[in-house]
């Protein structure tokens, strides 16, 4: 009985055993099964995350190169206009160059106009003081009655006066001379002719101000200095207020002073001097004037003209010369 029972509950045990086991088998299990399904809802969601970020990546670079055309697109459409902008400013330089370069043929064409009239003006002028010059030369004389009263114009004259003449008239005056106002030659009783002088002649017809300056100025170049003093002289009657007419006169007395006439040439200076105020010709018409002074032995009066050029315009060429002159003149003095 006794082997039978030890023989029958040997089994019962190891089956008890196992259940044993397996409760602390499963026991073990559930303690670490819900770590592994915490661990694996955190990696589950961290899988979501990762996928909902490469998705948000994607439509990211989408959105990239959405605007990488659309900022390309730009790109294009401003260098359109920028070479459309840089080809209408070469346009308009152009433009721009062609009206600069049109205006200045028309202003040039303008003042080339403009001379031409200012010539034609001058040459007018010059006629119609020529042509007055000649109507006055070919005016005739007026006539005077016996009691020295002119006739009107176009009235008919009174005949000759067939009185015989007084005695003082008739007879000759002491000495066998005859009276005077008769001219030797002359009918006794007939009055002496008034004495008149030759009209300056005329400058030439249609010549322009500047033609009738170069002209004497050619005779003046060539040493004519006769022909050079008419022709200055002619200039200055006909345009006396010109820029050129304190030029004209002091040339005229350069001629008088190259020519020996020094006293005429004195007298040109000084109207240079008096009628020329402020023009360019007065400094040298005072130097040349004391030059002329030199000529005639006249040193205290050179030196005041060398002096007052050297004061008063010592910066001119006429200055300078006359400080030089000066500084001559005083040579003798200083005992060189």
């Known amino acids: 009985m006794m082997g039978f029972t030890t023989h029958s509950e040997s089994p019962a045990r190891r089956i008890g055993a196992r259940a044993v086991v397996a ?24 899988m979501a995350d990762l996928r909902l970020l490469q998705v948000q990546a994607q439509q990211l670079q989408v959105m990239m190169q959405t605007l990488n055309a659309a900022i390309k697109s730009i790109n294009q459409r401003m260098d359109s206009e920028a070479d459309l902008d840089r ?33 034609l003006s001058q040459e007018m002028d010059a006629i119609r003081l020529a042509v007055q010059n ?9 006539t005077t009655t016996e009691n020295g009263a002119t006739p009107p114009a176009g009235g008919p004259t009174a005949p000759p006066s ?39 002649p005329a400058p030439a017809l249609g010549m322009s101000p500047q033609r009738l300056y170069d002209s004497a100025w050619a005779d003046f ?27 004209a006169q002091m040339n005229i007395g350069n001629s008088y002073y190259n020519s020996g006439k020094f006293q005429q040439a004195l007298d040109a200076y000084d109207k240079v001097i008096q009628n020329y105020p402020g023009r360019n010709a007065v400094p040298d018409s005072y130097y040349k004037r004391g030059l002329t ?24 060429d006429a200055g300078r010369l006359a400080k030089q002159q000066l500084e001559q003149l005083k040579k003798p003095s200083g005992g060189v």
């Open 23 to 46: 409760a602390l088998v499963f026991a073990a299990l559930a303690v670490f099964a819900g770590p592994a399904q915490a661990a694996s809802r955190e990696q589950q969601q961290m």
């Open 87 to 119: 080809k209408a400013f070469a346009d308009q330089k152009v433009l721009v160059n062609n009206l600069s370069s049109d205006v200045r043929v028309v202003r040039e064409k303008l003042d080339e106009s403009n001379v031409r009239i200012t010539s």
């Open 134 to 142: 000649v109507q006055r030369q070919m005016t005739p004389p007026a």
């Open 162 to 200: 067939t009185t015989a003449p007084s005695s003082a008239a008739s007879q000759p005056a002491a000495g066998g001379a005859p009276a005077t106002g008769a001219q030797p030659g002359a009918p006794a009783g007939a009055a002496a002719a008034p004495a008149t002088t030759a009209p300056a």
């Open 221 to 247: 170049a060539a040493g004519q200095w006769d022909l050079a003093i008419q022709g200055f002289e002619a200039y200055l009657r006909t345009f006396p207020q010109s820029d050129l007419a304190d030029d």
């Open 293 to 316: 002074y030199r000529r005639l032995n006249q040193d205290d009066k050179a030196q005041e003209s060398f002096a007052f050029v050297a004061q008063n315009f010592p910066d001119s």
